[in-house]
């Protein structure tokens, strides 16, 4: 089963409760704010970073890699066992 988790809206003052099933999360960091976020798939990180999800897709499966850093963020893929 998933959990519920706490994610911040971008540009919004409400804040959403989600329930994600997933096997591995994505956790993004705001290097300003130092806020840290979790995301069950690429899609709702997607919609929340504004990155598209095909380049995000490209990233995590074709290249295999488990960071992705520019200069607003720093995204973590995390695998689980």
Do not use: A
């Amino acid at each position: 089963m998933g959990k519920y988790y706490v994610l911040s809206k971008k540009q919004s003052k409400y804040k959403t409760i989600l329930k994600l099933n997933y096997t591995m999360p994505y956790i993004h960091i705001n290097k300003e704010t130092k806020e840290v976020d979790l995301f069950g798939n690429l899609e709702p990180l997607s919609i929340f970073t504004g990155i598209k999800k095909y380049k995000l897709h490209y990233i995590f499966s074709k290249k295999k890699l488990i960071d992705y850093e520019n200069e607003e963020l720093i995204i973590h893929k995390r695998y689980q066992k």
